[in-house]
Every structure is written in C-alpha cells, then in structure tokens.
C-alpha cells in the first residue's frame, strides 16, 4: 500500500463547530505531517509526529489541534476555526530516519462560513 | 531564513520540447532536494529526489544539482500536455523528518 488516504475531501464547517480531519498511511512511515496550503501558495508546514510524539508545532493556533493515535492515523481537530482557515489541508507522511520525500494524501478542501 | 526561489512562471513549451525549471536556495547546510508535481486542484506528488552534486535520471525528468552555487533544477524531455502542472522545489535539512522548505512553484504550460 503506497498511499494515504485522507477523510473527509471536502468539508464546510461553521466557525462554531467543531470537525476533524483524518488522515491513514500503511507503508510503515513513523514521520507524519500536516500542512495548509493556500491557492497558489506553497504548502506550509503546520505539525509533524515522528514515533507518535508531536516534534514540530510550528506556532498553531490553539483552535487546530493535532492527534497522533497510533503510527498509522493522523488526526486534526477544529474548533472555532475563522473564515481565513478556509485552505486545502494536506497530509504527508515520510521515512523518519532519513528524508527520502513525502507521500502526500489527496487532502481536505475546507471551507470555513 | 531559509529561502527557496523559484520564477513562477508560467513558462510555456512546445509539445516535444525540453522545459527547464530552475530553483535556488538559501541555507548551505541544505542535504535533500526534491521535486513535486502539483495539478490543480490536487496534491503534490514527489517525483524526482537528488542528494548529492551532479544529474539524476529517471525516465523523461532529470533532476541537476550544484550545491556550490545553491542550484538545483530539473529537465524535462519530450514534453507532453499532461506535464502541464506546478512544479514545486523542496529542500530539507540534514536528518531525518526535518523540516521541508517548499518553493513556491513554476507554473509549466505545454502547448500542444
């Protein structure tokens, strides 16, 4: 199994609710991430979980909240996201030891009203 | 900080030409080098990968990297229209998971 299945690949969510973002790789990688890429924007990196444990925040807000439940799932909470956070949501997942690339889901459109 | 540059394009090509993408970067310390192909709409999806100074070949792309001068590029033979897509640059540092830096994408139009 080469992929990573991301659900749900669309979602709209009020900026009262709360929704997750789920991600699932089985190719054996410890390394996986988050990312929120904007149109015609490069991806940006938001978590990464390397061995189940959170190694890189890089300074999120608290309103998204990521969960690394086993070495296969990957998830991302939200609540009270702003109309702002509307992006495509990417996850990646990696080798940890050595970088030999990502393998990216085909990601969450999220559209905050 | 650590920069990746790329013109954004776009830059068209002839169906059956050769597209030449080109990236430069910032931090020397830099190990890891990689392309993505992006379609619109869709998710990157890796491509090439090169590590140490000189050509890599896989079938119609060719990955080139100098890290003296910070540069690293990719070549493209035989270009069809399926090729159209954004190519994005991305650099890692030294070990493992570390952080990726993501360029922000040449934009190739290959007319057919």
């Known amino acids: 199994d080469t992929e990573v299945t991301q659900t749900p690949k669309h979602l709209v969510m009020g900026m009262t609710n709360k929704k997750s973002l789920k991600c699932e790789q089985h190719?054996?990688?410890?390394?996986m991430y988050w990312y929120k890429q904007k149109a015609k924007k490069p991806p940006e990196l938001m978590f990464v979980?390397?061995?189940?444990?959170?190694?890189i925040n890089e300074s999120v807000p608290s309103r998204f909240s990521p969960e690394c439940p086993n070495s296969s799932l990957l998830n991302l909470h939200l609540h009270a996201l702003q109309p702002e956070d509307s992006a495509l949501y990417l996850c990646?997942?990696?080798?940890?030891?050595?970088?030999?690339?990502?393998?990216f889901g085909s990601g969450t459109r999220l559209t905050v009203v | 900080q650590k920069e990746v540059e790329q013109n954004s394009g776009p830059l068209s090509v002839p169906e059956g030409a050769i597209a030449s993408l080109n990236c430069t970067y910032s931090?020397?310390?830099?190990?890891?080098f990689f392309w993505y192909r992006q379609y619109s709409g869709k998710s990157p999806e890796l491509i090439m990968s090169i590590y140490s100074n000189g050509d890599k070949e896989d079938g119609r792309f060719t990955a080139q990297l100098n890290k003296a001068s910070q540069y690293v590029s990719l070549l493209i033979r035989d270009s069809q229209p399926s090729d159209s897509a954004t190519y994005l640059c991305?650099?890692?540092?030294?070990?493992?998971?570390?952080?990726?830096?993501f360029g922000t994408g040449t934009k190739l139009q290959v007319i057919p």
């Open positions: 991305a650099v890692a540092q030294p070990g493992g998971y570390q952080k990726v830096t």
């Open positions: 931090d020397r310390g830099s190990q890891s």
């Open positions: 990646a997942s990696s080798q940890a030891q050595d970088n030999y690339g990502y393998t």
């Open positions: 979980y390397s061995y189940e444990k959170l190694s």
């Open positions: 190719m054996g990688h410890r390394a």
